[in-house]
Each structure stands twice: as structure tokens, then as C-alpha cells.
T-cell receptor
Framework: ETGVTQTPRHLVMGMTNKKSLKCEQHLGHNAMYWYKQSAKKPLELMFVYSLEERVENNSVPSRFSPECPNSSHLFLHLHTLQPEDSALYLC???????????????FGQGTRLTVV | DQQVKQNSPSLSVQEGRISILNCDYT??????FLWYKKYPAEGPTFLISISSIKDKNEDGRFTVFLNKSAKHLSLHIVPSQPGDSAVYFCAASRGSTLGRLYFGRGTQLTVWP
């Protein structure tokens, strides 16, 4: 396995279900991110973890709950979602070490989530 | 309020010619800019970047230009190839935000033979 891997690739869930998205990075990075891409909207940052500690929650509803057990794994736990939460959820990782040089984020292939 | 804007949702270019994708930003604190390419059913892949201390960065067929005074950057692809057909996202970050990226909505580039 190389890069950033996300599972599942597709997920259909009911509004009362509980599911989890998984992300794993094999790049040795120290920061991981969850992004959301809704239709006709730019990629929006949801959560940032650096050294396994959450450093940013971008005003995301509590029905989305992230977990970062170690620097290689990131989860997004979902419960009682709404149909408008249907989107592409992308995980990314990067190596952050001060301001310079800045390293780009590497993205997984995403999970296409549909809430019915 | 969107801080990174790509005002052209699509661009169509003939193979062999130059593709120019544009991006504007509003936050003068941004100090690092990136371009990503995205194919359908795949995540964005990093293409090229530039820091605010430079005004040009080149990598093979891809060149990014930065005009800080105009808060504008552009991606030039020369020569364009059909395999370049994808959605291109412009992104920006600033030093204090731990790798957080602000993205534009993307531009769909189509390169036709």
C-alpha cells in the first residue's frame, strides 16, 4: 500500500445509521485532515490533526466525530446524518515542520457518501 | 466568504497549445500556493506549488506564476495534451495554519486532439 488509502470508496446510509470512514497514510506524515466536497462547492476543511492531536475543528456539526488513534490512521464517525451531508469526503496527510519549506498535502481517493 | 476563487469553471484547448488556468485570492496573509489536478473518481493530486517569495516556478510542461500585488496566480501548461484533461484546483495556505489549505472551486480543462 502506498500513499493515502480511504475505505470504503462508496457508502449509502440511512439517517439513523452509524458508520465510520477510515483513512490510512503510508507516507510517514505527521498531520492528517478531513475535507468535504459538496456539489458545486470548493473543498472545505473539516478537521485537522497534528501529531494525533486535533488542532482545528472548522465548525463542523457534532454528528461528525473524528478520531486519530495514531499518526497513520484517521477515522470519521458518522451518526444521524442528514441528506445534505451527502458529499465526497476526502482524507489528506502532510508533513508539517514549521513554515518553510511547506509541503503539499496528499489526498486519498475519497469516500462518496449518500445519506438517504 | 470564499478566499480563493477560480472564476472560469471550464476551459477547452486544442492539443499542443497553451492552457492557462487562473486563480485569484483575497487574503494577503497567504504565503504558499498550490495547484492540484483531479480525475473523476480519484482524489486530488499535487501538481506544482509556489511560495510568496517567488513569482515563478517551473516543472516540465507546468509553470505557475504569482502576482502578489494583484493577488493572482496562473498555471500554464505547454504543450497541452489530452491526458491533461481534468479538474484543476488552486489552493492557498498561510504560515500560521498548520498546513490548512483553502481551495477554489476548480476549473475543468478539456484538451481536444
Amino acid at each position: 500500500e502506498t500513499g493515502v488509502t480511504q475505505t470504503p470508496r462508496h457508502l449509502v446510509m440511512g439517517m439513523t445509521n452509524k458508520k465510520s470512514l477510515k483513512c490510512e497514510q503510508h507516507l510517514g506524515h505527521n498531520a492528517m485532515y478531513w475535507y468535504k466536497q459538496s456539489a458545486k462547492k470548493p473543498l472545505e476543511l473539516m478537521f485537522v490533526y497534528s501529531l494525533e492531536e486535533r488542532v482545528e475543528n472548522n465548525s463542523v456539526p457534532s454528528r461528525f466525530s473524528p478520531e486519530c488513534p495514531n499518526s497513520s490512521h484517521l477515522f470519521l464517525h458518522l451518526h444521524t446524518l442528514q441528506p445534505e451531508d451527502s458529499a465526497l469526503y476526502l482524507c489528506a496527510s502532510s508533513q508539517v515542520r514549521g513554515h518553510w519549506p511547506r509541503n503539499e498535502a496528499f489526498f486519498g481517493q475519497g469516500t462518496r457518501l449518500t445519506v438517504v | 466568504d470564499q478566499q480563493v476563487k477560480q472564476n472560469s469553471p471550464s476551459l477547452s484547448v486544442q492539443e499542443g497549445r497553451i492552457s492557462i488556468l487562473n486563480c485569484d485570492y483575497t487574503n494577503s496573509m497567504f504565503d504558499y500556493f498550490l495547484w492540484y489536478k483531479k480525475y473523476p473518481a480519484e482524489g486530488p493530486t499535487f501538481l506544482i506549488s509556489i511560495s510568496s517569495i517567488k513569482d515563478k516556478n517551473e516543472d516540465g510542461r507546468f509553470t505557475v506564476f504569482l502576482n502578489k500585488s494583484a493577488k493572482h496566480l496562473s498555471l500554464h501548461i505547454v504543450p497541452s495534451q489530452p491526458g491533461d484533461s481534468a479538474v484543476y484546483f488552486c489552493a492557498a495556505s498561510r504560515g500560521s495554519t498548520l498546513g490548512r489549505l483553502y481551495f477554489g472551486r476548480g476549473t475543468q480543462l478539456t484538451v481536444w486532439p
